[in-house]
């Protein structure tokens, strides 16, 4: 009679460790089990916002689940960054941002709502957007040259628009005028595109964008793309001149196509979106749609990106500081 009592009591601990298993199974679902969003704090329609709806398609296919894009413009990417920091560390909120909201953004205000390097986690620097200068299609202005020409003909007259204060379209203006020793008025947009369609209707005379936000304006006769500022002519535009060819020697500017997670997601779920970012930059076809829009993708671990925000971090705090470009 022991017997069985004791047989009885050792297959209802069994049985206790069996369903305690399976329980624990359940609770530890492998990720992603749902949709996963990415804010992207931009303009629809801009070289970061293109680039990630790119991107992204694959990404859904590596990870089972689709990648729902949110835009949310404004302040720079101050408003759309703040939601990706203050979301749950869990890998079903993420960003797609350019890096001048982590890199530039954070020396031009004095009162930030979250640390560029504290309050996110990296995941992969997906790829670099080529910059050009473009002016409306009926200017009278044909080179870089002719610009620096004209404004300091007329010192703070002529006008360029951005995509906000601290964008990377006022940073990369700011730093051309500087080196040319010119003097422009900033005309500040919400966003990427609305500043690049305000210089196609001729509102402002000027402006720095990246290819892949300007492209159809450029294709459809709407906007002249002056001068690339790659080091080296763009195989898209053989026949445009660099900034260095045409009026400033020197003169180089790019900005970043990145993926970050708020601070405090797990190492492994970092790791696991990054490489499917990297995957779907081993993809010819996704490769060529980002070389259309004048994207060179990079692909990057997550240590790695966050070495390159720290390092930038600090180049943009020394370049605006020797510039004189001062926080509001």
């Excluded at 993420?94 to 930030?112: A, C, Q, R, W």
């Excluded at 202005?141 to 703070?156: Q, S």
């Amino acid at each position: 009679m022991k017997h069985s009592i004791r047989q009885l009591a050792l297959r209802m601990a069994m049985l206790g460790i069996a369903c305690f298993s399976a329980t624990s199974a359940l609770g530890q679902t492998a990720y992603p089990d749902k949709a996963i969003r990415m804010i992207v704090p931009l303009a629809a329609g801009s070289a970061v916002d293109k680039a990630a709806r790119v991107v992204t398609q694959h990404m859904s296919q590596t990870l089972g689940q689709s990648i729902v894009i949110e835009n949310q413009p404004g302040a720079s990417g101050i408003i759309g960054a703040e939601r990706v920091a203050k979301a749950e560390p869990d890998g079903y909120t993420i960003g797609g941002f350019n890096d001048s909201i982590l890199t530039m953004v954070p020396h031009l205000h004095k009162e930030m709502p979250w640390d560029p390097i504290k309050d996110f986690t990296s995941v992969s620097l997906v790829g670099t957007v080529e910059w050009g200068l473009i002016v409306p299609a009926a200017s009278e202005i044909r080179t870089a040259a002719d610009l620096i020409k004209e404004a300091k003909a007329k010192p703070g007259s002529l006008m360029y628009s951005s995509g906000g204060n601290g964008s990377p379209q006022h940073i990369a203006m700011a730093l051309f005028a500087s080196k040319a020793g010119i003097q422009m008025m900033h005309v500040p947009y919400k966003g990427a595109t609305p500043g690049a369609i305000a210089v196609a209707a001729g509102e402002v005379q000027a402006g720095f964008q990246g290819i892949a936000t300007a492209i159809g304006l450029i294709q459809s006769e709407k906007l002249r793309l002056l001068a690339v500022t790659t080091p080296e002519r763009l195989p898209q535009f053989p026949d445009t001149p660099t900034v260095n060819e045409s009026g400033l020697p020197g003169f180089a500017f790019n900005s970043w196509f990145l993926i970050v997670a708020p601070a405090g997601t797990s190492p492994e779920i970092a790791e696991k979106l990054s490489r499917a970012a990297r995957q779907a930059l081993e993809d010819k076809e996704v490769v060529s749609q980002l070389s259309v829009i004048g994207m060179t993708p990079r692909g990057t671990t997550p240590d790695e990106l966050a070495q390159a925000t720290k390092d930038n971090l600090e180049l943009y705090r020394r370049l605006l500081l020797d510039n004189g470009i001062q926080p509001e």
